[in-house]
């Protein structure tokens, strides 16, 4: 159990340290992986990541992204797609 708890410890200093802007190749040498696939393993985005790398992003490519409607399903899909 205890191995467990440590594995998961560095996971979140992992994310912490990935979301604090620190380069993956460094979160790499500070949890001592010969590779960043070994790394990679242990740092998981969340989705306010996602959003902040897809503005960064729009911000240098100097276009504007799409502006479209979230996407709304019609009535009977959802239960159609629950009955499968």
């Not at 990935?18 to 500070?30: A, F, K, N, P």
């Amino acid at each position: 159990m205890r191995s467990v708890v440590f594995t998961a410890s560095w996971g979140c200093c992992a994310v912490a340290l990935l979301q604090s802007g620190t380069d993956i190749t460094v979160i790499r040498d500070y949890l001592g992986h010969a590779s960043v696939s070994t790394t990679g393993r242990y740092v998981a985005t969340n989705l306010q990541m996602k959003r902040d790398a897809l503005d960064t992003f729009w911000k240098h490519s100097g276009i504007e992204p799409a502006r479209t409607k979230p996407w709304k399903p019609k009535a009977g899909l959802l239960s159609f797609l629950q009955s499968l």
